[in-house]
C-alpha cells in the first residue's frame, strides 16, 4: 500500500487561492513603485531565514528571526501608502452600510449628491477653454468618498460648478490656482487643496508635479483627477492609480460618466 506524504484538502486548496490573489492584488497595488523593490527585497529575506532554519544555522536563524519579529511593524511604517490604499478598497468596494436601508443613505434621499451629466458637461467645457488657453488646471471628482481631508487643506467654497467659476480658479493671477478644485455632490467643495503626489516612474519624463499629484491622489482614494497642462495645453485624466494622456473632450466626458454608471 502506498501512502500519501501529503493531505491536501479542500480547504487548503482555498486557502492557496487566497493567498494567491491576495498576493497579486498587492503585486498590482506596488507595480512601478519604490515599494515594489523592497516588497522583493522583503521576500528574499524571508526564502533566505527558512533556509538557514531548514540547514539549523542557530546563530544566523536567531539574528534573522529577530528581525522577523518586528517585521510587523516595519511593513507598517515602509509600506504605509499601499496599506492605506488596500484598506480603502476593501472599505469602498464591500461596505457593509452602503445599502438602501442605511441611515445615511435615508437622508440622502433628500438631498441631491450625484454628479449629473450637466455638471460632466460643464466641468468638460471649463477642460476645454483651459486647454486652448494653456491654463494649468487640477481638478478632482469624488466617487464615493468625500475627500474632506484634502478639501480641509484649501480654501472651502461650496458653491455649483460653472465653467466661468473653475476658469476663475485656475486663472493664472488667481490666489487659488495653485493646488487642486475637489468637485463633490455638484459643488465644487474646495480650491488650492493639496494632493498627496506618487513616487510612481512615470512613462513620459516630461509630466511634472501635477501630474504626479493626480496619480498619487488615484492610488491614495478612489476619485478622478482632470488635468491640464500649463505646457502644452494637452488634457489627461488618472483614476485607479492609472494615467492617460492626450484625452480628447469627448473621450474625456465619456470616461467620467463610466466610472459613475459603476457607482
Known amino acids: 500500500m502506498i501512502h500519501a506524504f501529503i493531505t491536501i484538502r479542500l480547504l487548503d486548496i482555498v486557502d492557496i487561492l487566497f493567498v494567491a490573489l491576495l498576493l497579486y492584488k498587492l503585486y498590482q497595488a506596488i507595480k512601478g513603485t519604490a515599494a515594489f523593490n523592497i516588497f522583493l527585497g522583503i521576500i528574499f529575506f524571508y526564502i533566505s531565514w527558512i533556509v538557514i532554519k531548514g540547514l539549523n544555522m542557530e546563530l544566523m536563524g536567531s539574528i534573522m528571526g529577530q528581525v522577523m519579529a518586528v517585521g510587523v511593524l516595519a511593513l507598517i511604517v515602509v509600506f504605509q501608502q499601499e496599506i492605506r490604499k488596500f484598506f480603502l478598497l476593501i472599505g469602498t468596494r464591500y461596505n457593509l452600510f452602503n445599502n438602501k436601508l442605511s441611515l445615511e443613505n435615508f437622508f440622502s434621499r433628500f438631498e441631491s449628491t450625484s454628479f449629473d451629466n450637466e455638471n460632466i458637461k460643464k466641468v468638460v467645457s471649463a477642460c476645454e477653454i483651459m486647454s486652448r488657453s494653456k491654463t494649468g488646471a487640477l481638478i478632482v471628482l469624488t466617487n464615493k468618498s468625500e475627500l474632506n481631508e484634502y478639501s480641509d487643506t484649501g480654501e472651502l467654497i461650496d ?11 485656475f486663472f493664472r493671477n488667481s490666489p487659488l490656482h495653485d493646488g487642486a478644485a475637489i468637485i463633490h455632490g455638484n459643488k465644487i467643495k474646495a480650491a488650492r487643496c493639496v494632493l498627496p503626489v506618487s513616487n510612481k516612474r ?62
Do not use: C, P, W
Not at 458653491?159 to 480658479?169: D, G, P, Q, R, Y
Not at 485624466?237 to 466626458?253: C, Q, R, T
Open 159 to 169: 458653491a455649483e460648478v460653472s465653467v466661468s467659476l473653475l476658469e476663475t480658479i
Open 202 to 263: 512615470l512613462k513620459n519624463a516630461q509630466l511634472g508635479l501635477r501630474h504626479r499629484a493626480a496619480l498619487g491622489m488615484t492610488q491614495a482614494t478612489d476619485a478622478m483627477v482632470i488635468i491640464v497642462s500649463e505646457e502644452t495645453g494637452n488634457i489627461s485624466f488618472a483614476f485607479d492609480g492609472k494615467l492617460k494622456e492626450k484625452v480628447s473632450v469627448v473621450e474625456l466626458s465619456g470616461m467620467i460618466e463610466e466610472v459613475y454608471n459603476k457607482k
